[in-house]
């Protein structure tokens, strides 16, 4: 597990470039592609699920609703044809290690999907930006009669840019499920900066728009 | 077997040294299995207990709650051991041994074992945030391990404060120091221990808590010699160099933590070397810089000819690290080299190739061992010891 801190932490450079890439595949597929017209009428909104394991060690939930921006089709060579489809996810967030700290997570995360409408199980790209509050334990109380102690906390802010990876199978129907691994930065003015990865896997409820 | 695996064969919790536990253990739960037995005794005699570091003070504590008669030996002009402090330093007391807290805060209060102490102490969560490596001559942020790492300390005392105050006050008079024993005789009906200066002190049973390394040296000599299983056991558990300096600096350049490991061998739990802000979260306005350095880290430290060397050394190797900031911003320092204390002789046990149980084998019914080293659930560390002294205690009363 540390092997991949390290690594994210040794090659800054190399997050650089891997963030500019996602950033450059998500806008080109979106200029570079014969755009047809949206179908968005038709489209479901979800409300999505998820358990979430920030650092891995970490864990919480996450609450977020998917609201389609987006949605088109192209044909490649084969005749074969592919659908594009742009999300927009709020996400109410939170997780803990409660020797730690106790984290509430706000993000959204515009989401890229492409699919071919025979196949269930598609990937999925994002980026997100977020604020997170973390209530940190800087102090303990320890009752020497009982042993029973409190914490002493403080509040810390952080802005927190991600990037998403993951898969989804959603479309077909009324419950889908999705996996992400997602990385980031946390920013704040109080204390050092850090970097941030984790798990998250939860269920999606599809709904129609027009019901 | 090695001191982790010893430590992962028999215990839940993996404590023992600062930055071992990288996988963070769930404190929060009560997860400090020490305690103070619970036993009948018709013991009516008298114990000697050699050594008034965190073991003997912890079986003076028992015996003097079970109301047996006893007197503890102690070397040094102070009580403590390994559990020692700088009150003048800085603006906050310094330990200058044991400083960090391995387990769930309400290990204190099961030390104590007393629902009577009505007392609050307050603990520093000590969760660094800014986190540094330098491997092969690199500077690297690691801040992210601080969601892995979190232990405690004292805020306003230290370990030796806490047993000053809840441990020691109501036999204080029993602790006679400067009182380095040489010779144990437990030949006859009872035992006789002899100091340096051919002091003879009398009882029915003795408990020997000094250092494994002073066992190891000889200082003290048993008649009847004890035997060679025993012998060969004590001389199985390693103990290495050990060291800690704090040095002030007129500004602050390093992180709340610098290791000379990548975090890979961090999360293994060997890191044995590291620079700290010894004020993190202690209220201090003044820059103290901690090394903690033990077992083979410590040695380049501890085998340089005086502490002159030592902090030319350090500050030479800070340099390095932070671009001559180090010897710039420098005050003054304070050195603890545990190694070159005549009745410690090292950090604390590390690795484990004899049969501690065989050391745990009452001589006699008379000659009993316990210390840090002899605890299996928690060796090389405070509690640890004072768990080995309370079980002891009671094997001694009960058998
Ligand atoms: C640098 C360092 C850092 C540490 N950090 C931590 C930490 O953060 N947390 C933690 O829990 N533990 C820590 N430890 C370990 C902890 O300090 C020890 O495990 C514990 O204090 C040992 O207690 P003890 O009673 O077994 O031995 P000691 O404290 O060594 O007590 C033995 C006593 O016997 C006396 N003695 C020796 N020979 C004789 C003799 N011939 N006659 C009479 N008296 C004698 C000695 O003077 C000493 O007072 C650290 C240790 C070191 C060295």
Same mark, same amino acid.
């Given at each position: 597990m540390f092997s991949d801190f390290y690594y994210f932490n040794s090659r800054k450079k190399y997050v650089q470039i891997k963030w500019s890439i996602v950033l450059f595949l998500f806008t080109s597929s979106l200029l570079a592609q014969d755009i047809e017209?949206?179908?968005?009428?038709n489209e479901k909104f979800s409300l999505r699920v998820g358990y979430y394991a920030p650092y891995i060690n970490q864990f919480g939930a996450r609450v977020g609703f998917s609201y389609p921006l987006k949605k088109w089709a192209k044909e490649n060579k084969k005749a074969q044809t592919r659908i594009h489809k742009l999300e927009i996810i709020p996400k109410l967030g939170y997780f803990a290690n409660i020797d730690i700290q106790r984290n509430y997570f706000l993000d959204v995360e515009l989401q890229y999907k492409w699919y071919?409408?025979?196949?269930k199980i598609h990937p999925k790209i994002g980026v997100a930006l977020g604020y997170m509050l973390a209530r940190q334990n800087i102090g303990a109380t320890v009752n020497?009669?009982?042993?029973s102690f409190t914490f002493d906390r403080r509040s810390l802010h952080f802005l927190v840019p991600t990037i998403h990876l993951g898969f989804e199978k959603n479309r077909a129907n009324r419950i889908g499920y999705y996996f992400s691994a997602f990385y980031g930065r946390k920013f704040t003015g109080q204390e050092v900066n850090s970097d941030i990865f984790g798990l998250e896997a939860g269920i999606v409820l599809n709904f129609s728009k027009n019901k | 077997m090695d001191r982790k695996e010893f430590i992962k064969k028999s215990l839940a919790l993996g404590v023992?040294?600062?930055?071992?536990?990288? +996988?963070? $253990?769930?404190?929060? %739960?009560?997860?400090?299995?020490i305690n103070l037995p619970n036993f009948q005794t018709n013991f009516s005699g008298k114990v000697l207990v050699i050594g008034a570091g965190a073991a003997g003070l912890a079986a003076g504590y028992i015996l003097n709650r079970y109301g047996v008669d006893f007197e503890i030996l102690e070397?040094?002009?102070? #009580?403590g051991g390994r559990v020692k402090r700088d009150s003048?330093?800085?603006?906050f007391p310094i330990d200058l041994g044991a400083e960090w +807290?391995? %387990? /769930?805060?309400s290990v204190l209060a099961n030390i104590i /074992?007393?629902? $009577?102490?009505n007392a609050n102490l307050d603990l520093i969560v #000590?969760?660094?945030?800014s986190i540094k490596t330098y491997v092969n001559g690199s500077l690297n942020n690691i801040n992210i391990a601080s969601n892995y790492y979190s232990e405690y300390k004292f805020k306003r005392t230290t370990w030796l404060g806490f047993f000053e105050q809840y441990l020691v006050p109501n036999f204080t008079s029993k602790i006679r120091l400067n009182t380095p024993i040489t010779q144990i005789n437990y030949s006859g009906s009872v035992v006789r221990a002899t100091d340096i200066n051919n002091n003879v002190y009398e009882g029915n049973k003795v408990l020997i808590t000094v250092p494994i390394n002073v066992l190891k040296s000889n200082v003290i000599n048993f008649t009847p010699a004890l035997s060679s299983a025993k012998v060969d056991a004590i001389n199985g558990i390693s103990m290495g160099d050990g060291i800690k300096v704090f040095i002030e600096f007129s500004e602050r350049f390093y992180p709340d933590i610098l290791l000379f490991d990548n975090i890979i061998n961090a999360a293994g739990g060997s890191i044995e070397k590291t620079y700290y802000d010894?004020?993190?979260?202690?209220? /201090?306005s003044r820059n103290i810089l901690g090394l903690f350095a033990v077992q083979q880290f410590a040695t380049p430290y501890t085998s340089l000819g005086s502490d002159q060397e030592r902090i030319n050394f350090i500050l030479k190797e800070l340099d390095e690290v932070f671009g001559g900031r180090a010897s710039k911003a420098y005050v003054r320092h304070t050195i603890q080299n545990w190694s070159a204390e005549p009745y410690i002789l090292g950090s604390y046990s590390s690795?484990?190739?004899?049969?501690v149980d065989e050391i745990l084998t009452p001589v006699d019914n008379k000659v009993y061992f316990a210390g840090e080293?002899?605890?299996? $659930?928690?060796? /090389?560390?405070v509690h640890g010891a004072c768990q080995s002294a309370y079980d002891m205690v009671q094997t001694m009363l009960t058998t």
């Amino acid at each position: 597990m540390f092997s991949d801190f390290y690594y994210f932490n040794s090659r800054k450079k190399y997050v650089q470039i891997k963030w500019s890439i996602v950033l450059f595949l998500f806008t080109s597929s979106l200029l570079a592609q014969d755009i047809e017209k949206d179908s968005l009428n038709n489209e479901k909104f979800s409300l999505r699920v998820g358990y979430y394991a920030p650092y891995i060690n970490q864990f919480g939930a996450r609450v977020g609703f998917s609201y389609p921006l987006k949605k088109w089709a192209k044909e490649n060579k084969k005749a074969q044809t592919r659908i594009h489809k742009l999300e927009i996810i709020p996400k109410l967030g939170y997780f803990a290690n409660i020797d730690i700290q106790r984290n509430y997570f706000l993000d959204v995360e515009l989401q890229y999907k492409w699919y071919r409408p025979k196949r269930k199980i598609h990937p999925k790209i994002g980026v997100a930006l977020g604020y997170m509050l973390a209530r940190q334990n800087i102090g303990a109380t320890v009752n020497l009669g009982n042993g029973s102690f409190t914490f002493d906390r403080r509040s810390l802010h952080f802005l927190v840019p991600t990037i998403h990876l993951g898969f989804e199978k959603n479309r077909a129907n009324r419950i889908g499920y999705y996996f992400s691994a997602f990385y980031g930065r946390k920013f704040t003015g109080q204390e050092v900066n850090s970097d941030i990865f984790g798990l998250e896997a939860g269920i999606v409820l599809n709904f129609s728009k027009n019901k | 077997m090695d001191r982790k695996e010893f430590i992962k064969k028999s215990l839940a919790l993996g404590v023992g040294f600062p930055f071992m536990n990288f +996988i963070l $253990q769930s404190c929060s %739960e009560d997860g400090s299995n020490i305690n103070l037995p619970n036993f009948q005794t018709n013991f009516s005699g008298k114990v000697l207990v050699i050594g008034a570091g965190a073991a003997g003070l912890a079986a003076g504590y028992i015996l003097n709650r079970y109301g047996v008669d006893f007197e503890i030996l102690e070397a040094n002009p102070v #009580y403590g051991g390994r559990v020692k402090r700088d009150s003048t330093f800085a603006d906050f007391p310094i330990d200058l041994g044991a400083e960090w +807290i391995h %387990e /769930s805060p309400s290990v204190l209060a099961n030390i104590i /074992s007393n629902p $009577q102490v009505n007392a609050n102490l307050d603990l520093i969560v #000590y969760n660094p945030q800014s986190i540094k490596t330098y491997v092969n001559g690199s500077l690297n942020n690691i801040n992210i391990a601080s969601n892995y790492y979190s232990e405690y300390k004292f805020k306003r005392t230290t370990w030796l404060g806490f047993f000053e105050q809840y441990l020691v006050p109501n036999f204080t008079s029993k602790i006679r120091l400067n009182t380095p024993i040489t010779q144990i005789n437990y030949s006859g009906s009872v035992v006789r221990a002899t100091d340096i200066n051919n002091n003879v002190y009398e009882g029915n049973k003795v408990l020997i808590t000094v250092p494994i390394n002073v066992l190891k040296s000889n200082v003290i000599n048993f008649t009847p010699a004890l035997s060679s299983a025993k012998v060969d056991a004590i001389n199985g558990i390693s103990m290495g160099d050990g060291i800690k300096v704090f040095i002030e600096f007129s500004e602050r350049f390093y992180p709340d933590i610098l290791l000379f490991d990548n975090i890979i061998n961090a999360a293994g739990g060997s890191i044995e070397k590291t620079y700290y802000d010894a004020a993190f979260r202690k209220n /201090s306005s003044r820059n103290i810089l901690g090394l903690f350095a033990v077992q083979q880290f410590a040695t380049p430290y501890t085998s340089l000819g005086s502490d002159q060397e030592r902090i030319n050394f350090i500050l030479k190797e800070l340099d390095e690290v932070f671009g001559g900031r180090a010897s710039k911003a420098y005050v003054r320092h304070t050195i603890q080299n545990w190694s070159a204390e005549p009745y410690i002789l090292g950090s604390y046990s590390s690795t484990f190739n004899g049969d501690v149980d065989e050391i745990l084998t009452p001589v006699d019914n008379k000659v009993y061992f316990a210390g840090e080293a002899l605890d299996a $659930q928690a060796s /090389s560390t405070v509690h640890g010891a004072c768990q080995s002294a309370y079980d002891m205690v009671q094997t001694m009363l009960t058998t």
